[in-house]
């Protein structure tokens, strides 16, 4: 069974396409570092050739509103218009925990325009969404920084390490298609303010982070459970402070 990994260069992708090898499966990452461009659609015909299973794992190269709804809604055309040419049998894609409550920020609009293309698409589909991954934390600090200050919200938080979320995508991918959603999430939940603010202490960073309820959190303010999963999410095992002591560790 043929596996291509769209965004296989990725964070998660490249995770992703280790993991699928590692269970004995042929998955080929594609990306425009190979020569796969999904915006273009260069290279998509022929990565696609033979492939049973598309794993959609790609991101936009800029978060800004236009842009980022172009990508995912040419992107995710091209790709799936290829699939279908190719006989692809199932399409697995990432998505966010919450999209559809998240959509005052353009990158919501568009991963739910991701979302609903891959729904209306004739080809069966799973779409995995996950909570924040653990390593897209030093960016939630890095967006709300001002000088020394960094402003949050006190929004409830269920993140994930990045290599859960990628275990998570390909044990579905080779599962069978769910034409449907499944959520995924950490195994505990904390205050994004107080998250932040014990992750900048341990790592001995200097900014001080100030809890205020009218921050934005990527041009949102979140209501306080807008970030957490339902009831049914399938939870993962590491735990935020494991995975900071083993990257302190590997620093
Ligand atoms: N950050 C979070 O906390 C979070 C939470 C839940 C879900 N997600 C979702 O997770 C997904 C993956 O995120 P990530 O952090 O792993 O992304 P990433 O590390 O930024 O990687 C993005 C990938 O997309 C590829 N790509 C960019 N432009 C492309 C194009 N035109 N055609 C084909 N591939 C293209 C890149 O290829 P090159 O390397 O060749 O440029 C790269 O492989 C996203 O869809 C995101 O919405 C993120």
Redesign the pocket.
Known sequence: MKIVV????????SKVVNKLREHGHEATA?????G?????GEGLDAALEGASVVID?????SFEDAAVME?FKT?TGNLLAAEAAAGVAHHAA????GTERLTESGYFRA?LTQEGLIEGSAIPYSIVR????YE?MNRIAADATDGNTVRLPPALIQPMA?DD?ASAVARVSVGDPLNGMVEVAGPEEFRLDELIRGALTRRNDPREVVTDPQARYFGINPSERALLPGTDARLAETRFSDWLEQQLATA
């Open positions: 769209i965004g296989g260069s990725g964070l998660i992708g594609a990306s425009p570092d190979s796969v461009d999904t915006l273009t794992v790609s991101n936009s190269p990508f992107s990432l998505s966010v925990v991963k996950a909570t924040q991954f897209f990045a979320v």
